[in-house]
């Protein structure tokens, strides 16, 4: 129980500098969105998911690196669950951050973007389709959580697998003995 007390310690400033990183993605997202809808306000966009992404990989790759250089017992499984728990609780902080930014920053987002679907799409749809589509509007702002919530522990959960297989590098060379006393490689 100590083992998990103390992943779960160590990860939470973790988790919320990987979480702070996307809620600064947030903030300049919404900034650029005030730049217009044309080809700049796109590649400028399009640029900021890109370092984004690179940001979250090479300080989430970073953060397991200091932990296992901190942890004289962390072998790769404890990377890894270290690596997951940080996912976990950063991906529910960058959840709570979308959340709250679709419910009080930009509270109309929602509804202008269902009205354009209902406005191109309208003559393909029948009534029930229309009503269908109205009754989901009241649901985006927990469907947006739940989703980012999943794709960013999933996410995070990849990477740590992928990451996590070389901290702290292994001795290809190391001997080890089974609990049978035979010499495994």
């Not at 973790?14 to 306000?41: D, H």
């Not at 300080?59 to 728990?85: C, I, M, T, W, Y």
């Not at 940080?86 to 991906?91: K, M, N, Q, R």
């Not at 109309?108 to 799409?121: G, L, P, V």
């Amino acid at each position: 129980m100590n083992d998990k007390k103390s992943i779960w310690s160590a990860a939470s400033a973790p988790a919320l500098l990987m979480g702070g990183i996307s809620v600064a993605y947030i903030a300049l997202g919404y900034f650029t969105g005030k730049l217009g809808t044309g080809f700049l306000s796109t590649a400028i966009s399009a640029v900021l998911w890109i370092a984004k992404l690179i940001i979250c990989v090479l300080v989430f790759k970073h953060l397991l690196q200091a932990f296992s250089a901190s942890d004289p017992e962390a072998d790769n499984a404890r990377v890894f669950k270290f690596g997951v728990v940080v996912a976990l609780l950063s991906s529910l902080v960058y959840s709570a951050a979308y959340l709250c930014y679709m419910l009080y920053i930009v509270p109309d987002m929602i509804s202008e973007m269902f009205a354009r679907i209902t406005d191109a799409y309208s003559s393909m749809m029948d009534s029930n389709s229309l009503a269908a589509l109205e009754k989901m509007e009241g649901s985006m702002p927990s469907i947006a959580f739940f989703s980012n919530l999943v794709y960013c522990f999933l996410f995070g959960t990849i990477l740590s697998a992928i990451l996590s297989r070389n901290i702290p590098p292994r001795n290809p060379f190391e001997r080890r003995d089974d609990e049978d006393g035979q010499i495994a490689l």
